[in-house]
């Protein structure tokens, strides 16, 4: 009986592989023929949850980074909201959001907001 040896026999899944590329199942891939990207680049472990948050064009912020630019998407849209109501409506809603923090501090840099003074902000507005 022959000896067998890693280089002797073809696994199932270079079987697989070989046979699949003989019937041309590999032929006009995306990218066939191209460089990888980022190959130049240094390792990164993360690189596969980067690469599909650019891809789905997600975004990620820590808590407190997240609700201040809640704030500030807040009071862009209060100034144009079509009227007041509309406007105390928008900042009511952030409040809620900033007090919860105040009470829990989310993880992140320190949050340094408070509520905001809806009444004085809307006669700004005006």
């Given at each position: 009986?022959?000896?067998?040896?890693?280089?002797?026999?073809?696994?199932?899944?270079?079987?697989?592989?070989?046979?699949?590329?003989?019937?041309?199942?590999?032929?006009?891939?995306p990218g066939a023929g191209k460089p990888l990207p980022d190959l130049d680049q240094r390792y990164d472990a993360m690189w596969w949850v980067k690469d599909k948050m650019r891809r789905e064009r997600l975004s990620y912020l820590p808590p407190?980074?997240?609700?201040?630019?809640?704030?500030?998407?807040?009071?862009?849209?209060?100034?144009?909201?079509?009227?007041?109501?509309?406007?105390?409506?928008?900042?009511?809603?952030?409040?809620?959001?900033?007090?919860e923090a105040i009470r829990r501090p989310p993880e992140g840099p320190p949050l340094d907001l408070a509520p905001i003074d809806i009444d004085r902000r809307l006669a700004e507005l005006r």
């Open positions: 009986m022959a000896r067998l040896t890693p280089s002797s026999y073809e696994s199932l899944v270079d079987r697989q592989i070989r046979e699949a590329a003989e019937r041309g199942e590999f032929d006009d891939l407190t980074l997240q609700l201040r630019k809640d704030v500030e998407d807040a009071l862009d849209a209060a100034a144009k909201a079509a009227s007041d109501q509309e406007a105390r409506r928008i900042l009511e809603a952030v409040n809620v959001k900033i007090r």
